[in-house]
């Protein structure tokens, strides 16, 4: 097998990145695409800086395991393959598992900061940055949190004010200008799918 073509996917909280990359993935098998994701890599809670009020801020760089995360990521480009155990965004009702990645002939790596570390980007032949507005991206942010991580409203807007969205605007925003295509994700995503998705076959069957 050549070497993967690797595409990074980005964008602040709430843009859509994980439901856009799940309706790629419903269309390949685990032998052609490869779906790496940064949050599996945030470090410990005890181990997450605090910020002025004591609140632990999980939406800086120092956040992640960031050297694991290239090395992984590094691996899986060589053929390798990479085992970890899933990050439950400290959950009491979630367990975690292990999971299991292989390579393939198309690596997608997702996270907020996946432009900004330099070691990360240089390995992307392929930017996408998802975009929306941030009424819609506040309102998903707690729908989500509140679904799939137990967080109260309160905390969840705390942290959407101090944490998440200046980390937007210092770190992530700024990285737009590198991406090869912006996907608008106010209304619907069908149209970077039928996009993305023929773009990918192509790469997996040449790339085999």
């Known amino acids: ?6 595409i990074g996917i980005t964008g602040g909280s709430g843009s859509g990145k994980t439901t856009f990359i799940n309706r790629l ?9 490869c779906f ?4 599996n890599y945030y470090k410990v809670r005890d181990q997450q ?20 995360f290239f090395d992984d990521l590094e691996t899986l480009v060589n053929g ?13 009702l979630a367990t975690a598992k292990e999971i299991v990645y292989s390579t393939a002939p198309v690596i997608i790596v997702e996270g907020i900061f996946v432009f900004y570390f330099e ?13 929306a507005s941030e009424h819609l991206k506040l309102i998903r942010r707690i729908k989500r949190d509140a679904e799939e991580r137990n967080y109260p409203l309160d905390d969840v807007l705390y942290r959407y004010q101090y944490h998440v969205h200046p980390t937007f605007e ?9 991406a090869d295509i912006i996907i608008n994700n106010n209304h619907r995503l069908d ?3 039928e996009l993305i998705a023929p773009f990918l076959k192509e790469k997996t069957n040449r790339l085999k």
């Open 1 to 6: 097998m050549q070497k993967p073509y690797v």
């Open 25 to 33: 993935f419903q269309q390949f098998s685990k032998e052609e695409v």
């Open 36 to 39: 790496l994701s940064m949050d």
């Open 49 to 68: 800086i605090k910020d002025d009020n004591e609140q632990y801020n999980f939406d800086l760089p120092t956040s992640f395991r960031r050297q694991d």
């Open 80 to 92: 390798g393959s990479v085992r970890l155990m899933e990050y439950t965004f400290n959950n009491p």
């Open 119 to 131: 070691e990360i980007s240089k390995m992307l032949d392929l930017k996408i940055f998802l975009d």
């Open 170 to 178: 210092q770190f992530i925003l700024p990285m737009k200008a590198q």
């Open 191 to 193: 149209g970077a799918i």
